[in-house]
């Protein structure tokens, strides 16, 4: 007798657990597992990356994350008003800055910010101001457009309120529609602030001093000291310390949004 559909899949779900076991044995079975302990899990390889690599390393990718995207929601928000506006030059610049830093990759910023700029007007900046102007410059680029569209997303009705209450356009724009566009935009923005600490990663190709090392570069030099993959497998469970914690703060904000949308249909309804 021909099996039935729930049958067949059933079947099929045994076979690949079956597969999966059977390669996980062989896995445990032929694998150096001395080779493998030495290149991830050595001990003695991570005992040198303590504690700087938590008071030094982590704080400063958090310190240069926030000072960029600090910078890059500020130009990010002026970018997305001029793209909105108007007034036809300022579309035009705002659509080419967001094209220009959206369309190149985020290290040639680094590398123009970090050894252009001083070769080719004698301006030398700080590392924190280089970071902060680097991630600032590529993350506002993307921050306007998700600016941009949570103020596009408010109801043309709460603008017609205030307009009604005799509001100017400006004080509209600031006190009802911007306030009301973050709270539609906080998880994707939330995303932005994850792709930020990751791009962080870029400034270990700048000269750096001990104190300054960021993960990237901190992990870099304990590979090169130790000759095991220990400090950056250490460097990446520090970037998800970071990470993993905002992604599930964006889900839940996206969670609350999504709720809040569907209270209102019912009131509405």
């Known amino acids: 007798m021909a099996m039935s559909r729930r049958k067949r899949a059933q079947t099929f779900r045994a076979v690949q657990y079956g597969v999966l076991v059977v390669a996980v044995v062989l896995l445990a079975v032929l694998a150096d597992w001395g080779t493998i302990t030495h290149a991830f899990f050595n001990l003695e390889a991570a005992a040198t990356q303590l504690p700087e690599i938590f008071t030094d390393a982590l704080v400063n990718t958090v310190v240069y994350t926030a000072l960029g995207f600090a910078l890059g929601l500020g130009i ?7 793209k909105l506006s108007s007034v036809g030059p300022y579309r035009w610049l705002a659509t080419g800055y967001i094209e220009f830093f959206r369309g190149i990759p985020a290290l040639l910023v680094f590398i123009a910010l970090g050894y252009g700029v001083p070769l080719a007007f004698g301006i030398r900046f700080d590392i924190y101001s280089t970071a902060a102007i680097a991630l600032g ?50 998880p994707p923005l939330t995303n932005e ?46 970037y998800l310390i970071i ?9 839940y904000l996206e969670r609350g949004s999504g709720r809040k949308e569907e209270q209102g249909l019912k009131v509405t309804a």
Not at 76 to 82: E, T
Not at 201 to 220: H, M, N, P, Q, V
Not at 243 to 251: A, E
């Open 193 to 238: 602030l994850i792709l930020l600490t990751k791009d962080s990663s870029l400034i270990y190709l700048l000269g750096l001093a001990r104190d300054e090392y960021e993960l990237a570069k901190f992990g870099r030099e304990g590979l090169n000291a130790t000759g095991s993959l220990t400090p950056i497998l250490l460097a990446g469970l520090c």
């Open 137 to 186: 410059l590529v993350g506002s680029a993307y921050i306007a457009e998700t600016l941009r569209a949570g103020i596009q997303a408010v109801p043309p009705g709460q603008v017609e309120a205030a307009r009604s209450l005799g509001m100017s356009q400006a004080r509209t724009t600031m006190t009802v529609v911007i306030p009301q566009a973050f709270r539609i935009i906080l």
């Open 243 to 251: 990470t993993v914690p905002l992604g599930y703060l964006s889900r």
């Open 76 to 82: 990010g928000l002026v970018l997305a008003l001029m």
